[in-house]
């Protein structure tokens, strides 16, 4: 029995390794690449693709925009963490202690400044009233006030608002709209501050990772050019500082001439405000302004004329020659970036307009025109 089971096996063995393997047919010729079908199909294909990352890009543009202006901040402060590991300090302790100066600064931002700006803005609210009615004294105005009634528009709203708030709530979209604008300018703020720790943290290793993809023979011209860039990003950012820095101590020593309450907090506003580039002035300008009319209407208007010769001077004369020295961007070149720049990309444009073109000189110098004198 052993030896017939034996057999059998051996058989089936010898059937399954001589079985015929299925027949599935010829295979047919290939699809004509010319034919207008499948030229059609490929091309709807590729434009529903593209539709569909297009509309994925603009569903998480704010992310990139998030993204953009961490590492933008992280490369700006990279320069004082080198700074620090100069004097022997490892980068994590040196981000640390960065890290701890900007959380200080955020914190005594925020008792310094906002106390003020909430009691001024309620004085400004109580006081306009009043300084509506003494723009009525003026013939003009008050004769555009009896054709118009922009006046009385003005005192009948700013009634409502000083009677229930309800006006000023509702600007804001309801008690829930103020909320959720809270809410989400402090999210907005710590997810940047988040990214911004992790950029400069793992900003070596990044460098390091992008330039690995660099073939070896480039790498090293390369990864210089590169630290040249991070090193003028950061160069900009200190600028930028000393120019919003500048600006608030004109607006200081402007509000002790005026007598401005807290002037203190109101350069502190400005030196913030200075930081954002195209609209931080008209932020600043409308602050410092709004402040000024909670004295009189005639230092409001000093306070504003001031501010804005400040900053013509600023944006024409001082701007120029500092990104100068700092960044070697002709004055020209710095004002005419910033302006495509901002046209282009908005806020996120104008503020890596001018360290882009700074990058772009610095390539066109050390690689474009060796390589064309060369040729």
């Known amino acids: 029995m052993a030896i017939t089971e034996r057999i059998k096996k051996a058989t089936k063995r010898t059937s399954k390794a001589t079985a015929v393997p299925a027949d599935y047919g010829i295979a047919g010729a290939p699809i004509n690449r010319s034919h207008p079908f499948y030229f059609g199909f490929i ?26 202006i961490a590492l933008f901040l992280a490369t700006g402060l990279n320069p ?3 700074a620090l590991r100069r004097r022997n300090m490892s980068r994590t302790t040196a981000v640390t202690v960065i890290f701890t100066g900007v959380i200080l600064f955020v914190i005594f931002f925020s008792l310094v400044v906002v106390p003020p700006v909430i009691s001024q803005g309620t004085q400004l609210i109580n006081k306009a009233p009043g300084l509506l009615s003494d723009l009525t004294a003026n013939a003009t105005i008050n004769k555009l006030n009896d054709q118009y009634g922009i006046i009385d528009t003005l005192q009948t709203k700013l009634k409502s608002i000083t009677s229930d708030g309800t006006l000023l709530i509702s600007t804001f979209g309801g008690v ?7 809410l989400s300018g402090f999210f907005t703020f710590l997810t940047i501050l988040v990214l911004t720790l992790y950029f400069i943290t793992s900003l070596p290793q990044a460098v390091d990772l992008g330039l690995s993809l660099v073939p070896a023979s480039r790498r090293e011209r390369i990864g210089r050019l590169t630290n040249a860039v991070i090193a003028r990003v950061g160069s900009f950012v200190g600028s930028q500082i000393i120019i919003a820095a500048m600006a608030s101590v004109f607006v200081f020593f402007m509000s002790l001439a005026l007598g401005l309450p807290s002037p203190i907090a109101i350069g502190m506003i400005v030196l913030v405000c200075g930081l954002i580039p195209l609209i931080g002035h008209f932020l600043g300008c409308g602050i410092v302004t709004i402040i000024a009319l909670t004295q009189s209407v005639l230092i409001g208007v000093i306070a504003f004329v001031a501010y804005v010769v400040y900053v013509q001077v600023e944006n024409y004369v001082v701007t120029p020659r500092i990104m100068k020295r700092t960044l070697s961007v002709p004055g020209a070149v710095t004002i005419i970036s910033a302006l495509i720049g901002s046209s282009l990309l908005g806020l996120i444009g104008g503020l890596l307009a001018v ?18 004198n060369n040729s």
């Open 80 to 82: 004082a963490v080198e």
């Open 355 to 372: 360290p882009v073109a700074a990058s772009i000189i610095l390539i066109l110098d050390e690689v474009v025109i060796p390589r064309a």
């Open 43 to 68: 091309a709807t294909l590729g434009a529903l693709t593209a539709i569909v990352l297009m509309r994925a890009l603009a569903s998480v543009s704010q992310i990139f925009v998030l993204i953009l």
């Open 176 to 182: 829930v709209g103020v909320g959720k604008s809270v």
